[in-house]
């Protein structure tokens, strides 16, 4: 009452104790929620790493799937390409054979014949080449007068045939009009057959 404050009674033991409980309940709650978070982290990067590791599982099944797909259509592109190839060198092993013999039979003919056949027509081949060319000429001038010639005839006979049918209308006149010209019949007759033989 007098101003003076009253001593503070020290803590019993039990609120000691029950200080204490407390301190370890708010640090045992810290750690609580402490681990919560972890195990939340633990458990979203476990997830990440499933998923991670099933995508991982998964393009290794695919690409282990492409990689013997790839590997079987390797193995038969060579198979076909091995076979293609040596299909080909056996024909070209035979027409080598064929052509080994022809030029076996070739060299055993020009042996025999000491080439002088082929050289004779390889001499002959531009002689023969020059006298075609002038038989060609030669026939082309002939084309040329035999038209010629074909229009000579042809101008000859229409100027014959002109000059008979002249003489065959001056007859005609002649014997239409014998009183006129003062001839007889006989005279007619021995001039007629003087025409007759001079148109012939």
Known sequence: MNGVPEPVPAPTDWEVALQQLRITNEELQRRRLDAEKDRELFRELYNKASAHASEVAKENSELLERAQ?????LRDGLAMVR????????????????????NAILVAKDIKTNGDEIRRRAA??????????????????????????????EQLGEKELEQLTEQEEEIK??????????????DME?????????TR
């Open 124 to 153: 002959e081949e531009e002689n023969l080449r020059v006298d075609n060319q002038k038989l060609r000429a030669e026939i082309a001038e002939l084309r040329l007068d035999y038209r010629r010639m074909e229009r000579l005839l």
């Open 83 to 102: 076979g293609t190839y040596e299909e080909r060198v056996r024909a070209l092993q035979g027409e080598v054979e064929q052509l080994t013999g022809l």
């Open 69 to 73: 797909l790839a590997e079987g259509r």
């Open 190 to 198: 021995t001039f007629v057959k003087t025409e007759t033989i001079v």
């Open 173 to 186: 006149q002649k014997l239409e009009t014998p009183v006129a010209s003062g001839m007889a019949s006989t």
